[in-house]
């Protein structure tokens, strides 16, 4: 059983950076793709970032240039995604999700809906005030 378990949201403001944490736990699956979602009061969940299993990552016009996304390859099983110059529309809910296994590229992935993601963190607040 695979489980995600996201930390590091919390309430900054705005133009200060954050870095969010997914460690992964339980894979089986060498080919995983991992992305962050969000999702803000009212609206619909939305991924903002994902790597692919070969290293290569995809971001939605909204973060690119802001956002990046690494992965710990002395601890194969933790994500992160350095939020940049943040902005009071990037408060939301931000989850990490995988699909396990994947074959798909990063932008293959960043385009997938969110029920295409089959193992999901219980999701950690962003809030960015003015």
């Known amino acids: 059983q695979v489980g995600l378990v996201e930390s590091g949201g919390g309430v900054v403001q705005a133009g200060v950076s954050l870095r969010l944490s997914c460690t992964a736990s339980?894979?089986?699956?060498?080919?995983?793709?991992m992305a962050w979602f969000r999702q803000a009061p009212g609206k619909e969940r939305e991924s903002v970032a994902v790597i692919d299993s070969d290293g290569n990552a995809a971001y939605a016009d909204s973060v690119k240039d802001r956002f990046a996304l690494s992965h710990d390859n002395t601890q194969n099983t933790r994500y992160y995604l350095l939020m940049n110059s943040l902005r009071p529309e990037d408060t939301a809910m931000y989850y990490c999700?995988?699909?396990?296994?994947?074959?798909?590229?990063?932008?293959?992935?960043?385009?997938?809906?969110?029920?295409?993601?089959?193992?999901w963190g219980q999701g950690t607040q962003v809030t960015v005030s003015s």
């Open positions: 999700a995988a699909i396990a296994p994947c074959l798909r590229t990063a932008d293959q992935a960043l385009a997938a809906p969110a029920d295409e993601y089959n193992v």
């Open positions: 339980g894979y089986i699956y060498a080919a995983v793709c």
